[in-house]
């Protein structure tokens, strides 16, 4: 159901990996991508600093909380999030999230301009520049895989490439306590991500889960060293749906879980509308900085018991 595929095979078996790609980005819209160009050492250097992070009291985490932030950096505690907006559940997880990283002189930041702001950072060593250094190469792979969906699509190799400078990617270190038991309890509500792909690290405890199109909850097998790569619903808009934004979940862990999710994204500007030969246009164009907006707003959203 969920395929994996060898990023090597990009070079030297192009076609055969273009072949596999496309049946995966228009069929599940999930693919295990294994033999990429990060490093098993700074994948490690994360999870461990991650970990130091998660394990701090309660009070130091709240100093850095993202609900002092308009721009959506630092930590979200549990329940301060719900993914999924149709319903009441609230999340049981907490996170750590580090957005492109800006001076606090930048003009940008100056400005106030959304989604530009600086990065808050735990007294923790190493830590900075471990997630800088992540945040670096995990983008520099989104962008090639780009280049491979743009060769799947007939376009330019570089056709993606401008719209990630400067983009509002973001990096996000994820902990979900075990499962207490409770009705209804979810780690992560359904939903679909929100920007062009998502490159998604886990310690191999089970939990999430993916509903392919006209299919039921399907577990995501863990394959040592591989991401799991899922489509977004910014891609899905850019191909007209030729592309499939799936929906997934994080059930209630048995044992504690700990996953790195890098979400790749587009420059704040970037127009989203139909690429070429995609046909009739099924969304409006919008620009990936008011999507974002949008789907954010829903996430943080005070809930009402339904």
């Known amino acids: 159901m969920i395929p994996v595929l060898d990023w090597q095979r990009f070079e030297t078996d192009k076609s055969a990996f273009l072949t596999d790609l496309g ?37 130091e985490k709240r100093k850095l909380s993202i609900l002092h932030t308009p721009h959506y950096r630092g930590w979200a505690a549990e329940g301060d999030e ?6 009441a559940q609230i999340d049981r997880k907490e996170s750590f999230n580090i957005g492109f990283d800006l001076a606090p ?4 930041v100056l400005k106030g301009e ?6 808050v950072w735990p007294e923790i060593d190493g830590f900075r520049d471990t997630m800088l250094a992540y945040f670096e190469a995990a983008l520099a792979l989104g962008i090639d895989i780009h280049r491979a969906f743009a060769a799947d699509l007939g376009l330019d190799a570089e056709h993606f490439t401008p719209a990630f400078h400067d983009p509002l990617a973001a990096l996000r270190l994820l902990h979900y306590p075990p499962a207490t038991g409770a009705a209804d309890e979810i780690g992560a509500g359904a939903h679909t991500d929100y920007g062009a792909i998502t490159l998604l690290m886990t310690d191999g405890e089970g939990g999430l889960q993916v509903r392919p199109r006209g299919g039921d909850w399907t577990d995501v097998p863990h394959v040592a060293g591989a991401y799991v790569v899922n489509i977004g619903d910014c891609l899905m808009r850019w191909t007209n749906d030729i592309y ?10 048995k044992r504690q879980r700990r996953s790195v999710a890098f979400f790749v994204e587009a420059n704040p500007d970037t127009v989203v509308a139909a690429l070429p030969g995609t046909g009739t ?24 018991a339904l």
Do not use: C, I, M, W
């Not at 719900?82 to 319903?87: A, E, G, H």
């Not at 919008?286 to 005070?302: E, K």
């Open 23 to 59: 049946a995966a980005v228009r069929g599940p819209g999930f693919f295990l991508l294994q033999n990429h160009t990060v490093s098993e050492t700074l994948r490690a250097q994360v999870f461990d600093k991650a970990g130091a992070f998660f394990d701090l009291h309660v009070a």
């Open 82 to 87: 719900s993914l999924d907006d149709t319903s």
């Open 105 to 108: 002189e930048d003009p940008r």
């Open 114 to 119: 959304p989604f530009r702001g600086v990065n």
């Open 244 to 253: 499939a934004s799936t929906p997934h979940r994080v059930l209630p862990p």
């Open 281 to 304: 246009p099924k969304y409006p164009p919008v620009r990936a900085a008011d999507y974002l907006q949008s789907r954010l707003d829903a996430t943080y959203a005070p809930k009402a």
